[in-house]
């Protein structure tokens, strides 16, 4: 019984396992790749890990042609109408995100070896030799990986966005917390 509690557990979290692993070596290439450029080494960024979290969810479902990805002719990606959507689930807004690099890219089954070469031997080559860029976040989705950069400035860091937003978030918040437990000491 132990056994089989055993399989059905591995079986259950082996599609995750696939996922993580193409994304962390991925990672791990990109940068032995800068290195060899002779540029610093990203540095996971977990704003930029949701953006692209949030976008390759946009991908899922969408199947690899030659106006996907990598192979898109610069300038005709697809854009998202629900871009200031997925900006606010991560708490950024455009400011932060102008000097980012978002770069999908379709891989069947996300084969490790062909990975790498999507980024580095396709228009998304200029963004991973720009020693600008010093922040990586990387989701996949089905067949899709995106990566996004984020530089050190203020419009590409990728910082979470503040502002009136967020302190009236914070307030309507606290009002809510508030207004729960003086129901409960009511009842």
């Known amino acids: ?32 790749y800068r290195t060899s450029l002779n540029l ?16 390759a969810k946009q991908f899922k479902d969408q199947p690899c042609t030659n106006t996907t990805g990598a192979n898109t002719i610069p300038g005709t990606e697809e854009q998202f109408p629900n871009y200031p959507d997925l900006l606010s689930h ?7 995100t102008q000097d980012a690099a978002i770069m999908p890219a379709c891989v069947p089954n996300l084969d490790t070896d062909d990975l790498l070469s999507n980024f580095t031997k396709s228009q998304y080559s200029g963004s991973l030799n720009d020693s600008r860029f010093a922040g990586i976040g990387l989701a996949d989705e ?16 990728l910082a979470p966005a503040t502002g009136a937003g967020v302190v009236l978030n914070a307030v309507l918040y606290c009002y809510l917390v508030i207004l729960f437990f003086a129901l409960v000491l009511l009842l």
């Open 1 to 32: 019984m132990a056994s089989l509690l055993y399989l059905v557990f591995l079986f259950a979290f082996l599609p995750f396992a696939r996922s993580d692993d193409a994304t962390e070596k991925l990672l791990n290439d990109i940068n032995k």
């Open 40 to 55: 610093s080494s990203f540095i996971e960024n977990d704003n930029a890990n949701c953006l692209a979290n949030q976008i």
């Open 90 to 96: 991560c708490d950024l807004n455009t400011e932060v």
């Open 142 to 157: 089905g067949n899709w990986v995106v990566m996004v950069l984020s530089t050190d400035t203020p419009t590409g860091s």
